[in-house]
């Protein structure tokens, strides 16, 4: 599974970028790719997600209403549409996937302990994409 972040930069509060990641190596219909964000001096997170195969998708609350996450099966690139950026927004950007489907669970803390066990046991994160926004 080889997964390359692009698309991160410097705007101002307010504004919007579109992160790419290049995915390859995998069946990609059959995983789930996931967008996490690591802050200096905290703790990388997950901030979305889509099933490739049904499309179905995540957002965590920081993010929801803000941020769109597509993916397009014919070039195997997923997107991460990041409009209103605000100051907080500022992190290292990074994609993974995992075979399966988005984690979910009735409870959305456990979605998120899902999330968070997912993102400790990947072995190797990619470069990431830097977004810096101004305020």
């Known amino acids: 599974v080889q997964l390359v972040e692009s698309g991160g930069g410097l705007v101002q509060a307010g504004g919007s970028l579109r992160l790419s990641c290049a995915a390859s190596?995998?069946?990609?219909?059959?995983?789930?790719v996931a967008w996490f964000r690591q802050a200096p001096g905290k703790e990388r997170e997950a901030i979305s997600c889509?099933?490739?195969?049904?499309?179905?998708?995540f957002y965590a609350d920081s993010v929801k209403g803000r941020f769109t996450i597509s993916s397009d099966n014919a070039t195997i690139m997923i997107y991460l549409q990041m409009n209103s950026l605000k100051p907080e927004d500022t992190a290292v950007y990074f994609c993974t996937a995992d075979k399966g489907d988005c984690p979910s669970a009735p409870d959305p803390r456990e979605v998120l302990l899902l999330f968070r066990v997912w993102g400790l046991g990947v072995g190797s994160w990619g470069q990431g994409t830097q977004v810096t926004v101004s305020s």
């Open positions: 889509i099933s490739t195969g049904d499309g179905l998708t």
């Open positions: 190596g995998f069946i990609f219909e059959d995983y789930a």
